[in-house]
Nanobody, 125 residues
Framework: QVQLVESGGGLVQPGGSLRLSCAAS????????IAWFRQAPGKEREVVSC????????YYADSMKGRFTISRDNAKNAVYLQMNSLKPEDTAVYYC??????????????????WGKGTLVTVSS
């Protein structure tokens, strides 16, 4: 199993940037497909981005495409989410999650086995 801890959230103004980190322990993160999720108060959880285990392909929700970038650093056993041009509607708790599947993102069925506790991102002027 793997433990995940998110960090990097905070308060930023519209148009600003943040980089979220997802640090893994207990297992090698490279053995998992990874996805970032977010959930705003009173709203359903949604997928932000996904990183395949099999080939490293990256996927983004349409509203995040061009603004957010997912990446993995195997040496640090961590996954990152770079967020640029942030908007008030990006305000949410952001979670990273993992599952030991070779193909996850392309299937679109995000049944994750391991979750972090989340980090809060607030975009406000």
């Amino acid at each position: 199993q793997v433990q995940l801890v998110e960090s990097g959230g905070g308060l930023v103004q519209p148009g600003g940037s943040l980089r979220l980190s997802c640090a893994a322990s207990g297992s090698i993160l490279n053995n998992y497909a990874i996805a970032w999720f977010r959930q705003a108060p009173g709203k359903e959880r949604e997928v932000v981005s996904c990183l395949e285990r099999s080939d490293g392909h990256k996927y983004y929700a349409d509203s995040m495409k061009g603004r957010f970038t997912i990446s993995r650093d195997n040496a640090k056993n961590a996954v990152y989410l770079q967020m640029n041009s942030l908007k008030p509607e990006d305000t949410a708790v952001y979670y990273c999650a993992a599952v030991a599947l070779f193909r996850l993102c392309v299937a679109g069925s995000y049944n994750m086995d391991y979750w972090g506790k989340g980090t809060l991102v607030t975009v406000s002027s």
